[in-house]
């Protein structure tokens, strides 16, 4: 998945914190998203956008904030985070008419 | 919302043609169809796209009937390296609304020697 990277991989945190999880990509597209993968739930949309400073709720956006303010950075933020988002969480990215690619994921376990 | 429906798991042998199905009944005028295979620890890659009829790849094929409620994921002559879960995607492409991209729960293919 060479051109989209997650930082970090893996985080435990405790319930109430907070963290911002980053999506870098160096493919100059315009379309950024951002998933969460549950066992046995496919992957679900949290937030995405179609162009910096652009940014829309997805599927399941409560809890998170994103921001868009750099083109290849798609920032996804938890403000006071909860054991219901203990996920694997995905980042894609696509050009125009051109299908999704997505990262490796960030691990993350809310304790 | 188009969502899809797909069989949970399948079972195959090694040099057989595997046919996966997903049903997306509601889908949209604009959807385009994307299929992606995910390996355990790892981001889903994308294997194929279209919009109607067929569509064939390196990889693999994709048949879309006419009344576009459902797509077929054609892989010929699997090998154990296939052994994984495959998820079929609607909506979302070339200028369509990006919120409603939704994935099914995918199908988990196992090859077996």
């Known amino acids: 998945n060479a051109g989209v990277t997650q930082t970090p991989k893996f985080r435990v945190l405790k319930t109430g914190q907070s963290m911002t999880l980053l999506c870098a990509q160096d493919?100059?597209?315009?379309?950024m998203y951002w998933y969460r993968q549950d066992p046995g739930m496919g992957l679900r949309l949290i937030h995405y956008?179609?162009?910096?400073?652009?940014?829309a709720k997805g599927e399941v956006p409560d809890g998170y904030n994103v921001s868009r303010l750099k083109k290849q950075n798609f920032l996804l933020g938890l403000e006071s985070a909860a054991p219901s988002q203990t996920s694997v969480y995905f980042c894609?990215?696509?050009?125009?008419?051109?299908?999704?690619?997505f990262g490796d994921g960030t691990r993350l376990s809310i304790l | 919302l188009a969502k899809t429906t797909q069989p949970i798991s399948m079972d195959s042998y090694e040099g057989q043609e595997v046919n996966i199905t997903c049903s997306h009944n509601?889908?949209?005028?604009?959807?385009?169809i994307t299929w992606y295979q995910q390996f355990p620890s790892q981001g889903p890659r994308f294997i194929i796209q279209?919009?109607?009829t067929k569509v064939t790849n390196e990889v693999a094929s994709l048949f879309i009937p006419a009344d576009r409620k459902s797509s077929t994921l054609s892989l010929p002559r699997v090998s154990l390296s296939d052994t994984a879960v495959y998820y079929c995607?609607?909506?979302?492409?070339?200028?369509?609304?990006?919120?409603?991209?939704?994935f099914g729960k995918g199908t988990k293919l196992s090859v077996k020697p």
């Open positions: 894609a990215v696509r050009g125009v008419n051109q299908p999704q690619h």
């Open positions: 493919m100059n597209h315009e379309y």
């Open positions: 956008s179609v162009g910096e400073g652009t940014t």
């Open positions: 509601n889908i949209a005028t604009n959807d385009y």
């Open positions: 279209g919009y109607k």
């Open positions: 995607l609607v909506g979302g492409n070339y200028g369509g609304s990006q919120g409603n991209l939704i």
